[in-house]
């Protein structure tokens, strides 16, 4: 059986925009969920292990971009220039080698409030990323 795993990332407010981050991101994992919970699990947490010495940390992009507030000491370790090379070097990797599918759906803010004004949608009513969209 395939699952979903889906997150997001960003703000979908459209009243206030950030411009150091100004975009809003639906993403999502379609796995199996035997290979899940086997497979890929277990080479996570050899992953997790191997840059942390724990396998007890959940990767947050804030987080990992802005170590100096994150909740965990751990994210302190994105500080150092090589290990943040080595991390994103294996995680790639990891991903390359892995049997999932990546799917994605990247909204600028500030494209679509130009496009659509007052009129824009919450990111999160658009029906397949504003590809069934009239306009």
Do not use: W
């Not at 990546?102 to 500030?110: D, N, R, Y």
Request: contains cysteine.
């Amino acid at each position: 059986m395939k699952v979903l795993y889906i997150d997001e990332t960003g703000d979908h407010s459209l009243s206030k925009i950030d411009k150091s981050y100004p975009i809003f991101v639906l993403s999502g994992v379609i796995v199996d969920q035997e290979y899940h919970d086997g497979e890929l699990s277990a080479s996570l947490n050899t992953f997790k292990k191997r840059h942390f010495d724990t396998e007890d940390i959940v990767f947050h992009s804030q987080e990992m971009t802005h170590p100096q507030t994150a909740h965990n000491d751990l994210y302190m370790k994105f500080l150092d220039s090589d290990f943040r090379r080595a991390f994103y070097r294996g995680f790639e990797l990891f991903l390359e080698r892995s049997k999932i599918k990546i799917v994605a759906c990247v909204i600028m803010k500030s494209k679509h409030f130009a496009n659509y004004g007052l009129e824009a949608k919450d990111p999160y009513l658009l029906r397949a990323c504003g590809l069934n969209e009239s306009r």
